[in-house]
């Protein structure tokens, strides 16, 4: 982002996502009608050289007008050159700062805010390899992670170990599943009992990316790894291009033993979450053949009661925890924005969707 005294710029980073296209023959200025927007800001212009969009001011908005002019998106694919800039003054905001560097940002006057975490990171695993259709393999896995650890040690400020697939302010949130405590001595166990003592997995990971809920996805996968081989599980790690790569060969082609990945709300509902991941077989899990779960996950979703629907929810929660474990949920991480002391008006977003017409400029 970038912000100034009459318009506003904000660095942000690629997360997988494409910005708009336009024909080559198309002037910035000058884009379809679709593009031009009716909401508090119209679209003024991607410069693909600069890797900016352009944002300007709708007078024409119903709601409440923008407060400046302009709002310049400025993407920066590399973390330190995004707190360069944001230190330079050439930027004045942020998105996604490392969790490491929060505190000292802050202590360099800027503002450090934190949005809730309404997201999830989990660890996947693909039931198409047969030693991990085995219940006891996957419980082996979740209680090999110290997830604890991780999140005092990797997790963004306020984060949290995750025990269910959806945060506990949605409802059916139930506080009374399965826990897969930190124990590496059950793990060999299980592994054992399972005749799966020796196991290697192929761990796939996107290193190129930073997301809300996995801001630092080689240090992520390091230490889960490292948790993994220490039960004896050898770990083959794979690193893959976040776009035509790590998401095809995960989701479509399923060639991981494991990987990380994760999800922000877009609303606040269980199906959004549990139903999103599991309410149906996905190359991602290779668990074509949970019909009970997707059946049970369907049922819940259809509920009209509320109190029915809650119950039904919270048992599906419990059975994924307990019964068909098909991913390990890691944390809940709230994702930052970083604003200069200037800016004011900002209100965070937990779908990380702000609305920048609120924003202003002090001088």
């Not at 779908?351 to 609120?358: G, H, P, S, V």
Request: aromatic share 10%; proline share 7%.
């Amino acid at each position: 982002m970038i912000f100034r005294s009459g318009h506003a710029r904000l660095a942000t980073h690629t997360q997988g996502a494409s910005a708009p296209t336009t024909s080559s023959r198309t002037p910035l200025t000058t884009l379809p009608e679709p593009w031009v927007g009716t909401g508090p800001f119209t679209f003024g212009g991607w410069d693909k050289a600069k890797n900016e969009i352009t944002l300007n001011r709708n007078p024409d908005y119903f709601g409440e007008k923008a407060k400046v002019d302009k709002l310049i998106i400025k993407i920066i694919k590399d973390e330190n050159t995004r707190k360069q800039e944001l230190r330079a003054g050439t930027v004045q905001g942020i998105d996604f700062p490392a969790p490491a560097d929060r505190k000292a940002l802050e202590g360099e006057g800027f503002q450090v805010v934190a949005r809730p975490a309404f997201n999830i990171l989990y660890l996947g695993i693909n039931q198409k390899n047969p030693k991990l259709k085995d219940l006891r393999v996957r419980q082996a896995i979740a209680y090999a992670l110290n997830r604890q650890q991780l999140v005092q040690t990797k997790g963004p400020g306020g984060s949290k170990v995750a025990d269910e697939f959806m945060p506990d302010t949605v409802l059916g949130y139930a506080p009374d599943v399965q826990k897969y405590e930190y124990n590496p001595e059950k793990a060999k166990q299980l592994l054992k009992e399972a005749g799966a003592e020796g196991l290697t997995l192929n761990f796939y990971y996107p290193p190129d990316v930073s997301r809300p809920y996995m801001p630092n996805p080689q240090e992520i996968f390091t230490i889960l790894a490292n948790d993994l081989q220490a039960v004896g599980i050898k770990v083959n790690g794979v690193p893959r291009p976040w776009n035509g790569g790590f998401k095809d060969d995960v989701q479509q082609f399923g060639k991981q033993d494991l990987h990380i990945l994760g999800w922000t709300g877009d609303y606040n509902d269980p199906g959004n979450f549990v139903g999103t991941f599991f309410g149906r077989g996905k190359v991602e899990f290779g668990d074509q053949s949970m019909t009970e779960m997707f059946d049970a996950i369907a049922k819940a979703d259809g509920t009209v009661d509320e109190a029915a629907k809650k119950a039904a929810w919270e048992q599906v929660n419990r059975d994924i925890a307990s019964k068909w474990l098909p991913a390990v949920p890691v944390w809940h991480a709230p994702p930052a924005i970083v604003v200069t002391k200037d800016v004011k008006g900002l209100v965070a977003s937990p779908l990380t969707d702000e609305r920048f017409n609120t924003v202003s400029v002090s001088k």
